[in-house]
T-cell receptor
Framework: GQNIDQPTEMTATEGAIVQINCTYQ??????LFWYQQHAGEAPTFLSY??LDGLEEKGRFSSFLSRSKGYSYLLLKELQMKDSASYLC??????????WGAGTKLIIKP | ETGVTQTPRHLVMGMTNKKSLKCEQH?????MYWYKQSAKKPLELMFV???????ENNSVPSRFSPECPNSSHLFLHLHTLQPEDSALYLC???????????FGPGTRLTVL
């Protein structure tokens, strides 16, 4: 079966750095997405990786290793507004998005 | 504001009611999706439409019936739902099936 694993919840301090991991087992791979979802709101797109390596976008970076079935989202200089759920999703061989359950990130002052 | 709107935002219905959820996208996208989001569970893809044609139906019960009259509008018709159908129903659109998806704000559905 297809499976996406990510931690259920993480806590970090304002101003610090946090890494949210995602491992996947899917039938084929056509890219990995990270989305951010604030409570009561719609998910919003953060990043897309299809090749191995690190993609940096401001305070957020996303890393992919296809051979290990592994990705992480790195958030630097954490702000209180970064408190949200972070969803990892993989596009499989049928171009269907397989979603993880999300990681709830709590930022403390 | 993502360019995808959904109405209503909240809906409470009895098990014998019939209601419809509406989604509209103003992005010129060709693919539209219905998702179900329950607490602490992954997003569940329900239906996919690409160029108004249904391309995915992930074993969704027949009490959920989608309709896509054109590439900008998507409906989800609901009838004789069960309490376990209570969830957040999200609509999304994308340029193609392999592009990033833009989500609407969702409809919070409660079935009594």
């Amino acid at each position: 079966g297809q499976n996406i694993d990510q931690p259920t919840e993480m806590t970090a301090t304002e101003g610090a750095i946090v890494q949210i991991n995602c491992t996947y087992q899917t039938s084929g791979f056509n890219g990995l997405f990270w989305y951010q979802q604030h409570a009561g709101e719609a998910p919003t797109f953060l990043s897309y990786n299809v090749l191995d390596g690190l993609e940096e976008k401001g305070r957020f970076s996303s890393f992919l290793s296809r051979s290990k079935g592994y990705s992480y989202l790195l958030l630097k200089e954490l702000q209180m507004k970064d408190s949200a759920s972070y969803l990892c999703a993989v596009l499989d061989s049928n171009y269907q998005l397989i979603w993880g359950a999300g990681t709830k990130l709590i930022i403390k002052p | 504001e993502t360019g995808v709107t959904q109405t209503p935002r909240h809906l409470v219905m009895g098990m014998t009611n019939k209601k419809s959820l509406k989604c509209e996208q103003h992005l010129g996208h060709n693919a539209m999706y219905w998702y179900k989001q329950s607490a602490k569970k992954p997003l569940e893809l329900m239906f996919v439409y690409n160029f108004k044609e249904q391309t995915e139906n992930n074993s969704v019960p027949s009490r959920f019936s989608p309709e896509c009259p054109n590439s900008s509008h998507l409906f989800l018709h609901l009838h004789t739902l069960q309490p376990e159908d209570s969830a957040l129903y999200l609509c999304a659109s994308s340029r193609g099936e392999n592009n990033e998806q833009f989500f609407g704000p969702g409809t919070r559905l409660t079935v009594l």
